[in-house]
């Protein structure tokens, strides 16, 4: 009896689970929602320290498992995590830097069945301390907006460019001599770029 009733709950407790995570990952007009990342390398230009590799880890949510033609897919969350380099923190120790803040604008191109369609990410950087030495990371967070596709068959997002403003502040909240600048980050060649990939039908 107690074997029979640790299945019942053990089986009740599976199907439970089952039920509340298709009403989490459900969406109008789409398969169940998805995620998918990648880490790519950027050079990105700083001020006083010249150009400088810059790792960024990419993490897409609520990605359609399909879609169908003409109906609207849901927006995507994006969350991009940027290790920034030892020699870029130097350069933010020497004009004072405290904390550093900002935006950022990730372009992705969608080809729906050989259709390119460009889509844009904007994203918020969270304000973070800069230590004193060393590497660290920033984390953007944001996403696309929803995208109605027109054509049936394979289609496949990939990852591109991105560029951010960023603003340094000493431990006081005013701007340092930097002000506010942006940096233009772009590719590193000889890197897969594709993201994900999905059937509209």
Same mark, same amino acid.
């Given at each position: 009896?107690?074997?029979?009733?640790?299945?019942?709950?053990?089986? +009740?407790?599976? *199907?439970?689970?089952?039920?509340?995570? =298709?009403?989490?990952? +459900?969406?109008?007009?789409?398969?169940?929602?998805?995620?998918?990342?990648?880490?790519?390398?950027?050079?990105?230009?700083?001020?006083?320290?010249?150009?400088?590799?810059?790792?960024?880890?990419?993490?897409?949510?609520?990605?359609?498992?399909?879609?169908?033609?003409?109906?609207?897919?849901?927006?995507?969350?994006?969350?991009?995590?940027?290790?920034?380099?030892?020699?870029?923190?130097?350069?933010?120790?020497?004009? +004072?830097?405290?904390?550093?803040?900002?935006?950022? *604008?990730?372009?992705?191109?969608?080809?729906?069945?050989?259709?390119?369609?460009? *889509?844009?990410?904007?994203?918020?950087?969270?304000?973070?301390?800069?230590?004193?030495?060393?590497?660290?990371?920033?984390?953007?967070?944001?996403?696309?907006?929803? !995208?109605? !596709?027109?054509?049936?068959?394979?289609?496949?997002?990939?990852?591109?460019?991105?560029?951010?403003?960023?603003?340094?502040?000493?431990?006081? +909240?005013?701007?340092?001599?930097?002000? =506010?600048?942006?940096?233009?980050? =772009?590719?590193?060649?000889?890197?897969?770029?594709?993201?994900?990939?999905?059937?509209?039908?």
């Amino acid at each position: 009896m107690r074997i029979s009733l640790s299945r019942k709950l053990v089986q +009740g407790l599976a *199907v439970g689970a089952a039920v509340a995570t =298709t009403a989490v990952l +459900g969406g109008a007009g789409v398969g169940h929602a998805a995620s998918a990342q990648l880490t790519l390398v950027y050079n990105c230009p700083f001020p006083l320290i010249g150009s400088q590799d810059m790792s960024v880890k990419i993490v897409v949510g609520n990605l359609p498992a399909s879609g169908t033609v003409g109906v609207p897919m849901p927006a995507t969350t994006v969350t991009a995590t940027a290790t920034v380099p030892a020699t870029a923190t130097l350069g933010l120790a020497l004009v +004072g830097a405290k904390t550093v803040e900002g935006t950022a *604008v990730a372009s992705t191109s969608v080809d729906n069945a050989g259709t390119v369609v460009p *889509v844009t990410a904007n994203l918020t950087v969270a304000k973070t301390p800069v230590p004193s030495s060393g590497a660290f990371n920033t984390v953007a967070t944001g996403g696309t907006p929803p !995208l109605t !596709l027109t054509k049936a068959g394979k289609t496949t997002i990939t990852v591109g460019n991105f560029s951010t403003t960023l603003t340094p502040k000493k431990a006081d +909240g005013s701007t340092t001599g930097l002000g =506010t600048f942006t940096s233009a980050c =772009t590719l590193k060649p000889g890197q897969v770029t594709k993201l994900y990939e999905f059937t509209v039908s």
